[in-house]
């Protein structure tokens, strides 16, 4: 079992910048990758980004390249991702999840989510 605790979510206003973190604890040895999801009501869960854990290979969607990027510590099991030049479509529930394994396919395990804001 891997359990996700996301945090930095917030309100802000277009243009600010966020940090938001993905802290993970157990069997974190099994993971392969984490990935950011985001939800919003009446549509459908996007992949954000997603990062290899063994490399730091990382995946971003089109919507948030050149604005996000993703990091991680390995030692504190913990995945970073900031997020720059923020819009009001940004506004969403950001949920972390953990691909467990040796290669990619669908999350294994989510957090609860971290409640990102963006005002105009």
């Known amino acids: 079992q891997v359990q996700l605790v996301e945090s930095g979510g917030g309100s802000v206003q277009t243009g600010a910048h966020l940090r938001l973190s993905c802290a993970a604890s157990?069997?974190?040895?099994?993971?392969?990758?984490m990935s950011w999801f985001r939800q919003t009501p009446g549509k459908e869960r996007d992949a954000v980004a997603s990062?290899?854990?063994?490399?730091?290979?990382?995946y971003l969607n089109h919507f948030v390249r050149g604005r996000f990027t993703l990091s991680r510590d390995n030692a504190k099991n913990t995945v970073y991702r900031q997020m720059d030049s923020l819009k009001p479509e940004d506004t969403a529930l950001y949920l972390c999840?953990?691909?467990?394994?040796?290669?990619?396919?669908?999350?294994?395990?989510w957090g609860k989510g971290t409640l990102v804001a963006v005002s105009s």
């Open positions: 999840a953990a691909v467990i394994g040796d290669r990619w396919h669908p999350p294994h395990y």
């Open positions: 157990g069997e974190t040895s099994t993971m392969y990758a």
């Open positions: 990062i290899r854990l063994s490399d730091g290979d990382t």
